[in-house]
């Protein structure tokens, strides 16, 4: 097993370090202010929300999870901002509100990108230096570069289906971030550079190289670089010792235990308290409902990056998978789905999705409190709720822009129905 390495040591130092500029709201040398998209005041229509109610509820049903954190803004229309459920199944544990943080999941990726780009625009990086100039000990990597790592063409595989048992079965073990990418290192590659796959080592890897270059733990360099200049107040990627998403209000995470025939849906397994290595620069971010929105806008609209900077970051995606329909692309840290931008993924105990569209701001938000399913309900609930938002007419005063999306939500209803897991009540 890989020692930690004197950097992750300074991590919890780190914690404190991102912390206290986050609520400083200042970063050594910044200047930027995120000004968002102007929002129309005031809460969509009553028949949206109630449609988008029970998009919600059918999609916990069908997913095991006992309660989800929404966001849906529609700058010409309004907003639904709000806790759906409870902490435990049958309305046990109290109520979720919308200032308790979770686990972002893979919209980490898009932050870590964020770093890349932003010492790439400085002249700290270069987008085409190779792997191997940052990060040793990567067999076979001498022409994967650190865009290849961003934009999920690198052609190494994951590490998701080798460590999830360690993940749920040891929470609180602290990984080294080349230890964990080992695994997905160690899978058959395919052909760099022209195909997207989804390599979470790929994003482990390029946090190293990113901590090296810049000087700054992982945890310092997203604070500086993403959350202080957006002022996201309650966003972070926490030390490395074993806790809660914040030592405040929490929304808890659980994942069900398989029995014969399906899950155990009556009793989910907390994992709220989890060390962040096991996601890292690829999974390991905190955050809330409104901050995840905020981000998610400037993501999308590129805020972080001057106006005219070169490459555009979404400007050559690539299929997601084999077959994927034509709307749907990846590159840059994130996923294309029509018009918008954004992110889905899992981290043990929480289901994300986040997705905004450049041009209007319109943006959706899920966080769900169950990852057995992986990110596959979150993805689909931010897309069945962007699909009944964006239909929403528009406020007195207001104008609606001609946005439209390629799916729609009963499209998107029916794969939620389709995927639902089987819950079973355990043998006596």
Not at 119 to 143: C, F, I, R
Not at 190 to 205: F, I, K, M
Not at 319 to 330: E, K, L
Not at 402 to 418: N, R, S, V
């Amino acid at each position: 097993m890989q020692l930690l390495s004197s950097r992750r040591v300074r991590a919890a130092a780190a914690g404190v370090v991102a912390l206290s500029l986050l609520l400083t709201g200042c970063a050594p040398g910044d200047s930027f202010t995120y000004e968002p998209p102007a929002q129309v005041d005031g809460s969509l229509p009553d028949d949206t929300v109630s449609a988008m109610q029970d998009a919600v509820t059918h999609a916990l049903t069908a997913s095991g999870a006992s309660g989800a954190i929404v966001g849906v803004w529609v700058p010409w229309s309004g907003t639904w901002v709000t806790g759906v459920g409870s902490q435990k199944p049958g309305g046990e544990g109290g109520e979720l509100s919308t200032d308790m943080s979770f686990r972002i999941a893979d919209v980490t990726r898009l932050m870590t990108c964020d770093v890349l780009y932003a010492l790439a625009d400085d002249g700290t990086v270069k987008l085409d230096a190779p792997v191997e100039e940052y990060v040793s000990g990567t067999a076979a990597m001498d022409d994967i570069t650190l865009l290849d790592l961003c934009n999920g063409t690198s052609g190494i595989g994951s590490s998701e289906a080798t460590a999830k048992n360690a993940w749920l079965n040891t929470p609180a073990r602290e990984w080294a971030p080349l230890e964990l990418a080992s695994y997905g290192l160690g899978q058959a590659r395919t052909a760099p550079h022209t195909t997207y796959r989804d390599s979470d080592a790929g994003y482990l890897l390029l946090g190293l190289a990113l901590e090296r270059a810049s000087n700054l733990t992982a945890a310092e360099f997203i604070a500086k670089y993403v959350a202080t200049p957006l002022g996201l107040t309650s966003t972070a990627l926490p030390a490395p010792a074993a806790a809660a998403p914040s030592t405040g209000a929490v929304m808890n995470g659980h994942y069900l235990s398989a029995v014969e025939g399906g899950y155990n849906c009556a009793a989910p397994v907390d994992i709220t308290t989890l060390s962040s290595s096991t996601g890292y620069t690829d999974s390991g971010v905190v955050s809330t409902i409104d901050d995840l929105g905020r981000y998610a806008q400037a993501e999308a609209a590129q805020a972080l990056r001057d106006k005219d900077a070169k490459p555009a970051r979404y400007g050559a995606p690539l299929p997601a998978y084999d077959g994927a329909p034509s709307w749907f692309q990846a590159t840059g840290g994130g996923y294309l789905a029509g018009s918008m931008v954004g992110q889905q993924g899992w981290t043990p105990g929480y289901a994300t999705a986040a997705y905004s569209d450049p041009a209007t701001g319109f943006t959706v938000a899920v966080a769900l409190n169950d990852s057995t399913a992986g990110a596959t309900f979150a993805q689909f609930l931010a897309w069945e709720l962007a699909a009944i938002a964006s239909k929403a007419p528009a406020a007195s005063g207001q104008t609606a822009p001609e946005f439209g999306l390629p799916f729609t939500a009963e499209q998107y209803d029916q794969a939620i129905t389709d995927a639902a897991i089987p819950c079973v009540a355990p043998a006596e």
